[in-house]
Structure formats: C-alpha cells, structure tokens
C-alpha cells in the first residue's frame, strides 16, 4: 500500500482558513523574500495548533540581494562558480537561524528542505538536541556534485540553493 500526503502550497497564509489549513498535512510556503518571517511565524503558530508540519527553503534575500550587487558588477554570471556566489552559505546559515528562533517561539513542527551548505549542520544539529521540532534534508546533486566540476554555461546544474 503506498502512503501518499498533499501539503497545501500557499503564497501566503493570509485568506486560509483554520479548516483549510488543518485539512491538509502541513503548509509548504513560497516566499519571494525572506523578509517576511514575521508572516511565516503567524502562520507557523497557526499550523502548530494543529500540530502541522511547515516545510521552507531557506535562503536569506537580503544576503543574496547583497552578494547578487556585488557579484554581478565584479564577474561573470554565465560561469557557474561565479553564480554560485550571488547565494552565498551565509544566506542558508542566516535564514536558518531566524527560522530556529521561530520554531523556538511557536513549537511549530518544520522541514527544512534541500539544505546545501553543510555550515548549518551545527545550528542544525543543536536545535534537535534543544529538542525543537526541526528535520531537514538535502537532495542527491548537492552529495554528488561540487561546483568546481560544473562547466561553464551548463544550466542544468543551476539550482537554488546553489551546489556547493
């Protein structure tokens, strides 16, 4: 027997209902910046209510908004290590870290997914010992790739966050 889940994918939690939200299994949540972690909080003490699961890709905007600034006018963009650098680890290492703190604050269960940058490992590592409800996960092509070996120009390894 196969166990299938949906999880309700939302461009913000505003507009949904507590039936809406408790229907599904958890809230995945897009965001175009990272900026809005106080929305995500509401929505995560919402969801642990009920005892959902809130799944985020964590990156910073405003470290890849800073390091896309000075990337762009200093290299060439076309070539994959220097892309690379517009979504520095810093940007996964901030961006986790704020979403630790909000997991501390609303006991809200949540999934990290396709974690990149093995600097969070420890940030990681001591909020499940803290005993917060965090899991994360990382995808094949960031264990079986490194960006030194991807060719310039070739757009089948762009993805976000970067490989490392």
């Known amino acids: 027997m196969t166990n299938l ?6 461009t913000s939690s505003s507009g949904l209902s507590a039936r809406q939200l408790q ?17 995500l909080r509401e929505a ?26 000075v990337s762009g006018r200093r290299r060439r963009l076309s070539h994959y ?31 990290i997914l396709h974690l990149a940058s093995a600097r969070a490992l420890d940030i990681i ?8 409800p965090l899991t994360v996960e990382t995808c094949p092509h960031y264990l079986c790739f490194d960006a030194d070996s991807i060719p310039d120009g070739a757009a089948e390894f762009k993805c976000c966050p970067p490989i490392r």
Do not use: N, Q
């Open 23 to 39: 229907s599904s299994l958890g809230l995945k949540r897009y965001e175009t910046a990272w900026a809005m972690l106080r929305r």
């Open 5 to 10: 889940a949906a999880f309700l994918v939302a």
């Open 81 to 111: 290590a220097d892309w690379a650098l517009t979504r520095p680890h810093d940007a996964e290492v901030a961006a986790i870290s704020d979403l630790i703190e909000a997991v501390r604050e609303t006991g809200c269960r949540t999934h």
């Open 44 to 69: 995560m003490a919402e969801v642990a209510g009920f005892d959902g699961l809130v799944i985020v890709h964590a990156e910073d905007a405003e470290t890849i908004e800073r390091a896309t600034e």
């Open 125 to 132: 590592a001591a909020a499940r010992a803290e005993g917060l």
